[in-house]
């Protein structure tokens, strides 16, 4: 095995309002060298919106129900976006929480950080908690359709047990929620 494996070269193919697409030559482990398609993205932040007894073993949370037409229609999800250029993981999802839960958060409980898919995108989501939340009035973009719904945490753990939740970034941060929350 070779001590520096990483990238040797990149050149980007397309530049989109979301993300870009470079092929970057690649020095392998072993010394061997390649060619890798790599979705570069900003990152994002996704928030659980606590709403209700997070010192109980069933609290409420906030899902959003939200048309994505990659997924052919409504997906189950936490409140997620991008980050904005300089912006931290913190003050997005604060953004997101309002945005599209109508919600502010007193405080924010750092619950972890997850590459989506390492194979061939950068991103990485960093996920929170969101308590003492009070009402506030969303502000969805225009491509946005999504309502929001409170429900209890063990109806969406059964919700992903059950196939009824299928986003990845969504299901990491209730199940993780749900082990190792601080019980405040």
């Known amino acids: ?27 392998f482990p072993d010394g061997s ?3 890798m398609e790599m979705i570069r993205h900003p990152g994002a932040a996704a928030v659980v919106p606590v709403l209700a007894g997070s010192d109980t073993a069933d609290p409420q949370i906030l899902l959003i129900r939200q048309y994505r037409y990659a997924a052919g229609g409504p997906v ?3 409140p997620a976006g ?16 309002e ?11 750092r619950l ?7 194979g061939f995108i950068d991103e990485r989501i960093h996920l929170f908690a969101a308590h003492g939340l009070t009402p506030t009035p969303h502000r ?14 063990s109806r969406v753990l059964g919700m992903i047990r059950d196939g009824e ?14 082990a190792f929350r601080s019980r405040v």
């Open 1 to 27: 095995m070779t001590d520096h494996p990483g990238q040797v070269a990149s050149r980007r193919v397309y530049s989109g309002r979301i993300v870009q697409l470079d092929i970057d030559t690649v020095r």
């Open 33 to 35: 060298i390649g060619e």
């Open 76 to 78: 189950w999800e936490v």
């Open 82 to 97: 991008r980050l904005d250029p300089g912006e931290s993981p913190e003050t997005c999802a604060h953004r997101e929480l």
């Open 99 to 109: 945005e599209e839960a109508g919600a502010k958060a007193e405080r924010l409980e």
């Open 112 to 118: 972890t950080t997850i590459f989506t898919t390492p």
């Open 140 to 153: 969805r973009e225009p491509d946005e359709f999504m309502e929001a719904v409170p429900l209890p945490l």
């Open 165 to 178: 939740m299928v986003d990845g970034k969504s299901i990491v941060a209730v199940l993780f929620f749900a």
